[in-house]
């Protein structure tokens, strides 16, 4: 019922509309204002994550750094990936966070569309070539 109420095609679904608000109810709290920057966070991750902390993601340009930035390019999709695009079948560490059982599927929908699904891959930073970053949406 609810991948019904998602928007049909990637074009459609941009960050400030549908990304931000499934963000807001499901990542601000370790990923939000009070998370380390990227920089800060890498210094110290387990101090962070013993905290409960990543790294911040609270606006549009932080988001996108883990979908095409060039250091943590493709870490978005890894970590929300429910583990159909894996080779040992196993979801991304963030995929339980997206919310329980349908709301989680669809959330995971949202994401897919949000970027692409031609560009949801799981690869690693260095893995992704210029065809694979050309693919993906992400709009603002």
């Excluded at 110290?44 to 979908?67: H, Q």
């Excluded at 979801?91 to 970027?115: C, E, T, V």
């Amino acid at each position: 019922m609810l991948a019904a109420a998602l928007p049909a095609l990637a074009q459609d679904v941009t960050y400030r509309q549908h990304i931000r608000p499934v963000w807001e109810d499901q990542c601000e709290r370790c990923h939000g204002s009070s998370a380390p920057n990227y920089e800060t966070f890498m210094g110290e991750p387990k101090k962070y994550e013993a905290d409960d902390k990543g790294p911040r993601m609270d606006s549009y340009e932080s988001l996108v750094f883990f979908v095409s930035g060039p250091r943590e390019a493709g870490a978005l999709m890894r970590r929300l990936d429910d583990g159909a695009n894996t080779k040992d079948g196993q979801p991304g560490n963030m995929y339980r966070h997206l919310g329980r059982s349908d709301k989680r599927k669809a959330n995971l929908q949202l994401f897919k569309q949000w970027i692409g699904e031609d560009a949801w891959v799981v690869k690693q930073t260095g893995e992704l070539n210029q065809e694979d970053l050309q693919k993906i949406k992400a709009a603002n």
